[in-house]
């Protein structure tokens, strides 16, 4: 009953800064949900909408979903990767914005060359666009009927974390055209599999269901069976109880790769380097 309340109290805040009425949402999106923006509202550059380890971002042309955490280690670090991003090759201005037109469309505009980006969602009702607190950005109608969604969510993890099976950590992009997803996951079937779209660019070929992946205070990658079994290891170490990192490195090179960031720029652990064209 707390959470309901203040998952409400939440959505009623925000909505009350951004000029608009939210009408009564499900139990489910109030407490884990925050308003982005209703219909005829926008948000310009630096605008910044946090739910738990996420949130949503409006650079120069351009709006991510970032995954922000600390990184504890020699010292703790703040650090933050964009899991989901749309972007454009029109040269950077600080008056684009992110809106979310009156009929119901999600748009990133770019003054002098217009609509360079949108939802494909006019005329359907779209009323509500909501980032979830696992970082799923998601159009709703007056009734909370999903139109849209950005399918985005956890795209990197710290040391001393796992990956559990049947889960997965990703990266979309989107720049002058959708670029396919980038995924590493845990299939229940026990093997690690790295996919570029539909492609398998990457896997560890283990066999055991129900095994998770895990980031040592090594830096170490670790795919382990269900009573602990080590079945595959990435065999590079960082330092002791290292302020590492793995994730996606999308649009950027490595495909996938560890980093230690204790002692100052990122120090490169291990890497899946991107296959042969």
């Known amino acids: 009953m707390r ?7 939440l959505l009623a805040g ?31 550059v630096d605008s910044w909408v946090p739910n738990g380890d996420y949130s949503f971002v409006v650079k120069p042309n351009s709006f991510s979903v970032d995954q922000q955490g600390t990184l504890n280690g020699p010292r703790q670090i703040v650090t933050s990767r964009s899991c989901w991003e749309v972007d454009t090759p029109h040269p950077s201005t600080t008056s684009s914005y992110a809106g979310l037109t009156n009929a119901g469309d999600f748009q990133l505009v ?10 494909n969602t006019a005329g359907r009702g779209g009323k509500y666009l909501m ?9 709703y ?16 993890m710290r040391s001393n974390t796992v990956l559990a099976s049947n889960h997965s950590i990703r990266v979309g992009y989107t720049f002058a055209g959708t670029r396919p ?12 599999v790295l996919r570029h779209g539909s492609k398998v660019v990457w896997q560890t070929r283990t066999n055991v269901p129900g095994s998770r992946a895990a980031l040592t205070t090594l830096g ?40 230690n960031v204790s002692t100052g720029p990122p120090i490169t ?9």
Do not use: F
């Not at 951004?18 to 509202?41: D, E, N, Y």
């Not at 109608?141 to 990197?156: D, E, F, V």
């Open 3 to 9: 959470r309901t309340r203040l998952g409400a109290l």
């Open 110 to 119: 770019v003054p002098g060359a217009g609509v360079v980006w949108h939802s």
């Open 220 to 259: 170490e990658l670790l795919v382990q069976a269900p009573n602990g079994k080590v079945l595959w290891r990435s065999n590079r170490r960082s330092s002791p109880n290292c302020a590492c990192a793995l994730d996606l490195g999308y649009p950027s090179l490595p495909e996938l790769a560890i980093t």
């Open 14 to 44: 925000v909505a009350a800064l951004l000029g608009g009425v939210v009408q009564s949402a499900p139990a489910s999106a109030a407490t884990t949900s925050v308003l982005v923006m209703s219909a005829g509202q926008k948000r310009a």
């Open 141 to 156: 109608t007056a009734n909370w009927k999903i139109l849209w969604q950005s399918a985005s969510g956890q795209c990197w």
């Open 269 to 277: 652990v291990w890497q899946v380097p991107v296959p042969p064209a």
């Open 181 to 192: 997803w980038r995924v590493l996951a845990m299939q229940t079937n026990g093997n690690l």
């Open 131 to 139: 980032l979830t607190r696992t970082g799923d950005l998601v159009l």
